[in-house]
């Protein structure tokens, strides 16, 4: 029986995708790179330190890629995050997901600083027992390194036990290598043929469609 459920949080619970798109793309070409917006929003889901390999070559990222992700940093608090919003069904999720006794950790490629501002968005403080962001982990999303931190502090829990819930093909792949199984939502742009060409066992529109089809899905109590 799944105990716990581990929770990406942008593209996931809060509808943020395109917000960090468009920062990424105005970072670049700040710097004098110009990178077309779906371009950028396929590389969304994965942490700042493995977006720009994807999208410049080694020695720009080696020479220029702490400048360019700190400025994207900046950026997006001051411009961006004012604009982030829930999904519909998150605290109805999380209180349902508690009620039947299943624990409740969010995983984040994000900073710590932004995992909280997105708990207060999404009105969960009070039903998140953890979470995890970039300084819990050594590198981030597609490497496993996230989750495994999370299911850390899920201890004495098993992998076996744990369910992951995000919205890229890369929470997807990072869930399969750190052997846990993994939920998609689409509700961050993904197809779900990717999603679940991933590794994905099933995937739903997003947290209000998880809800209501919960005593059907790999959260029900069996």
């Known amino acids: 029986m799944i105990k716990a459920v581990i929770f990406d949080v942008d593209g996931t619970l809060i509808d943020t995708v395109d917000l960090h798109a468009a920062a990424w793309v105005e970072a670049l070409k700040h710097f004098g790179f110009e990178v077309a ?9 994965k942490g700042g ?37 829930a999904f519909p069904g998150v605290r109805d999720l999380f209180e349902t997901l508690r009620d039947r006794g299943k624990r409740v950790v969010l995983a984040s490629s994000g900073k710590e600083d932004e995992v909280e501002h997105y708990k207060e968005i999404a009105n969960i403080a009070d039903l998140v027992e953890d979470s995890t962001s970039s300084d819990d982990a050594e590198r981030s999303k597609p490497f496993p390194d996230i989750f495994r931190a999370a299911l850390a502090k899920l201890g004495p829990l098993t992998a076996e036990e744990v369910v992951v819930v995000g919205d890229t093909p890369y929470d997807a792949e990072a869930a ?47």
């Not at 917006?37 to 889901?45: L, S, T, V």
């Not at 997006?76 to 982030?84: H, I």
């Not at 846990?180 to 060409?197: K, M, N, Q, T």
Request: negative net charge; charged residues 30%.
């Open 37 to 45: 917006f779906q371009d950028m929003r396929a590389q969304i889901g």
């Open 49 to 85: 330190d493995q977006i720009l390999h994807g999208l410049l070559p080694p020695d720009l990222v080696s020479e220029k890629g702490e400048e360019i992700r700190e400025f994207r940093t900046n950026l997006f608090k001051s411009d961006y995050l004012p604009r982030a919003r």
């Open 176 to 222: 399969r290598k750190a052997g846990i199984r993994s939920v998609g939502v689409l509700c961050g742009g993904f197809p779900e043929d990717a999603l679940r060409a991933a590794g994905c066992i099933a995937v739903y529109d997003g947290p209000e469609d998880l809800l209501v089809r919960l005593d059907r899905s790999v959260l029900a109590d069996r």
